[in-house]
């Protein structure tokens, strides 16, 4: 008997009509009714997917660098809205795809596979997992980001403090199929060395003075999800074999006696030190680094990107103005020169401080000028002069490739996140002149 080929279906939590049943004669089906697609076998020859949507569904992105060659149909209803070329094309990035209309007509195979890179983020996707702009650095760690986000392996994350490392260990969380289970936080160095193990591992109650209820310990609280370790390599010693050991058996064993528990955690640690620096004088464990060190992402600091202080500034500056209730600001132009020419020692970090403190101090002014950042040359090191570059925003459609739309206007183009109820152009123009 000649076997059939394999045919996964991804109904995204829409009916399928039985229509399984009638392909069972040509195809060997697996149906996957989720909202959220699933990863197919490894032996399928086709995808079918319920396609509903104006544009593919987040849950779909991850999934990508594990399927990105493998042919994919797409079934729409008859009353599915229709498609833009817009849409067309971001669904088309997906590899090799074919349309068809959900009914009983069998699937026909042939498509042979295209190898495509990961689509894009639309706009929206980016800034939810708090991505703005792509400068060549960062697409590069967005786009091996995304491939350990498609796996379980555990990351490493390094680079300067304020460089955005844990923004990317929550971007792989959210990319990952255990998106929605928990993320979990912990900064190693803010916890006393005598009680590291007590926070990650748990205790039970009697384990030791004021243990007075059992305590599950961060490992347990990111159970099914992602346990994020910053500044990992201030770890201590005793901490880090146990640590080895967690990673080796997925299992902990709390303070004070009683079983061990198996715990299924994605683990993403990170450090601004030099890791194997610490291997070689003694003070991190060998063994250890090389478990940790299985997909490593090195942070970029933020003079190592200029081109993306412009887009990060106007994005803290709505961002913070909402926060505190004030006017929606702008940046007059003048000042995105002055922004990339500074070192910032402090990374990201210390630009989203930076763009507050002018905020709040500009009080009703909706444009922040020069003068509003002037503090910041009070903090250059002796002898240091900056070396400004004029910098042109961008043509929308230029624009687009390094920042994600939403970030800006309605238009693309300007300055300012109108709010709802409209915005005065006469003061704004007023106040520019």
Not at 272 to 277: A, F, H, T, V
Not at 287 to 299: G, S
Request: charged share 20%.
């Amino acid at each position: 008997m000649t076997a059939l080929n394999r045919l996964h279906w991804s109904t995204l939590g829409e009916s399928s009509e039985g229509l399984e049943n009638i392909w069972a004669a040509a195809w060997e089906i697996s149906v996957d009714r989720g909202a959220s697609p699933a990863l197919p076998p490894r032996n399928t020859d086709l995808w079918v997917i319920s396609a509903s949507g104006l544009e593919p569904p987040a849950a779909l992105l991850r999934l990508l660098c594990e399927v990105g060659a493998l042919p994919i149909l797409l079934l729409r209803s008859q009353a599915a809205p229709p498609l833009s070329p817009e849409d067309l094309a971001a669904w088309g990035r997906l590899g090799s795809v074919r349309w068809g209309l959900l009914n009983a007509e069998v699937p026909q195979g042939g498509l042979r596979p295209l190898t495509t890179g990961p689509i894009p983020f639309t706009a929206t996707q980016a800034l939810a997992l708090g991505l703005v702009g792509f400068s060549p650095a960062m697409a590069a760690v967005v786009a091996r980001a995304r491939a350990a986000a498609a796996t379980r392996a555990t990351v490493l994350l390094s680079g300067e403090s304020g460089s955005g490392k844990e923004v990317i260990a929550r971007a792989i969380h959210r990319l990952s199929e255990d998106g929605e289970q928990p993320f979990v936080a912990v900064h190693c160095g803010a916890i006393p060395e005598n009680l590291v193990e007590s926070e990650l591992f748990g205790y039970n109650k009697g384990a030791f003075t004021d243990a007075r209820k059992d305590t599950p310990g961060k490992f347990r609280e990111a159970n099914g999800g992602t346990l994020f370790l910053d500044e990992v390599g201030t770890m201590p010693l005793l901490a880090q074999v146990r640590l080895l050991r967690v990673i080796q058996e997925r299992e902990v064993q709390p303070l004070g006696g009683g079983p061990p528990v198996k715990v299924d955690v994605r683990l993403v640690v990170a450090t601004n030190s030099d890791l194997w620096g610490k291997v070689q004088d003694g003070s991190f464990r060998e063994d250890l680094f090389y478990r940790l060190d299985v997909v490593p992402i090195h942070m970029p600091p933020l003079r190592e990107r200029r081109e993306e202080v412009p887009f990060l500034a106007q994005h803290f500056l709505n961002r913070k103005a909402r926060e505190h209730g004030l006017y929606p600001k702008a940046l007059h132009p003048s000042v995105d020169p002055l922004l990339m020419a500074m070192p910032w020692p402090g990374n990201v970090r210390q630009l989203e401080n930076a763009i507050e403190r002018a905020v709040i101090l500009a009080g009703s002014r909706p444009v922040l000028t020069r003068q509003d950042f002037t503090f910041l040359m009070d903090r250059l090191p002796e002898g240091e002069v900056l070396v400004e570059e004029p910098f042109q925003r961008a043509a929308p459609d230029a624009q687009a490739e390094m920042l994600p739309s939403g970030t800006l206007g309605s238009e693309g183009a300007g300055y300012l996140d109108i709010p709802p109820d409209g915005l005065d152009l006469n003061h704004v123009v007023s106040e520019v002149e």
